[in-house]
């Protein structure tokens, strides 16, 4: 079996590819961590070459937008600036960012909480998290193992919520927060460690919620000791007060939004763990930024023939038992046409050799927790 490093075995490794890439990022900021540095490092030498007028003109002639790839930069680098300012504004109060978390939301709240109006940016947040956009979550959930048998809990959890059962609600999310992570920490870590332990380490490499000011410093505030029976309305979902009955003001809406974010943050860190990219991974070889800029423009080539076979595309018109088989096993239909192409969907099935019968539809991309960028960004 394979053997689990501790983070102090990690920092003494003699790898050379694990370095101190995951010890950095726990004294580090958010836009410090590999996936985010890399783009900042080449919007950075972008910018560079662009400063010269001759490279700039030649970019212009093999067809590369320097002026979108430029906005696309300045995005880039607001985007890195605003998940760091997020985390040091919100964190203490119950919030933080994550991989898959709306960017437009994070951006509001930032500014209004460098405004001095941190009241409104957290009623901004919690209209974000309507009932609707919760079950969105939920459905994103679905991939992670160690989720899905909390799922059915998860939805009743919903329907208290959206009917404002907070009371109701709270205790539940709280408690799917901390076997998730205890199921991903015991499969993986070989350890017993939930949302809550006092030994949970869930620091991540190039992870937004698993950075060293996200989900370690959540579960620090959420678990405070609280030792006084108290009927004051709370605005943190504080778990022993709750689960302990000391708190006993929590049955509200912004504690209740509150547990269900750090429930999909910690998704963030689960699904990590669950792909075992909880560790730095081998780099790869690094591309200059000219390697970069030539491989757009082939891609943007690329593009331009696509859509010019596309714009000469007209449709068909078939008649069955004329111009194609009605019945009849798929060599009887032109190679390379959708009819084929169907037919031989329904020929795997019913031979129930179902690796062929995928290969007979377009595949679906993955649900990759580094794809928070290209939302709002397209590769440089």
């Known amino acids: 079996m394979e053997k689990i490093l501790s983070r102090q075995e990690i920092r003494e490794s003699e790898q050379p ?23 900042l490092k080449l919007c950075n030498e972008f910018e560079t070459i662009i400063k010269a007028p001759m490279m700039r003109s030649h970019l212009k002639h093999l067809g590369i937008d320097v002026d979108v790839i430029y906005e696309q930069c300045l995005s880039i680098k607001e985007i890195s600036s605003t998940l760091d300012r997020f985390d040091d504004l919100f964190s203490s109060v119950g919030w933080i960012a994550y991989w898959n978390i709306d960017m437009n939301v994070l951006k509001g709240a930032v500014a209004k909480g460098d405004s001095g109006d941190i009241e409104g940016a957290e009623d901004d947040l919690v209209s974000h998290y309507s009932p609707d956009r919760i079950l969105f979550e939920l459905k994103r959930m679905s991939q992670i193992k160690a989720f899905q048998a909390r799922m059915p809990l998860a939805r009743k959890a919903l329907i208290d919520y959206r009917e404002e059962r907070y009371h109701a609600c709270i205790p539940v999310v709280l408690a799917l927060l901390d076997g998730m992570i ?63 009955g000391m ?32 560790m730095p991974l081998k780099p790869e070889k690094e591309k200059t930024p000219l390697e970069i800029i030539l491989e757009a423009a082939r891609q943007h080539e690329q593009t331009k023939k696509e859509q010019a076979i596309l714009a000469e595309w007209k449709p068909r018109s078939s008649k069955l038992g004329t111009d194609l088989p009605a019945t009849g096993n798929p060599d009887e239909y032109e190679i390379g046409s959708p009819e084929r192409r169907l037919i031989e969907f329904f020929f795997w099935w019913k031979a129930k050799n179902y690796g062929y019968m995928s290969d007979c539809i377009l595949k679906k991309s993955g649900n990759n927790a580094h794809g928070f960028l290209k939302r709002y960004t397209e590769e440089i």
């Open 17 to 39: 590819y694990l370095g101190d890439t995951l010890t950095d990022q726990i004294n580090s900021n958010i836009q410090d961590i590999p996936s985010i540095k890399e783009k």
């Open 182 to 244: 205890n199921e991903a920490c015991q499969k993986k870590l070989k350890k017993r460690c939930g949302f809550f332990a006092e030994n949970a380490d869930l620091i991540a490499w190039d992870s937004v919620a698993g950075h060293s000011k996200g989900l370690n410093e959540l579960a620090r505030t959420f678990r405070s000791g609280r030792y006084k029976t108290t009927t004051d309305e709370i605005d943190i979902p504080y778990r022993n007060g709750i689960l302990h």
């Open 247 to 278: 708190d006993l003001g929590y049955d509200n809406k912004i504690v209740a939004a509150k547990t269900w974010a750090a429930l999909f943050a910690a998704s963030e860190w689960v699904l990590r763990a669950e792909q075992d990219i909880l």
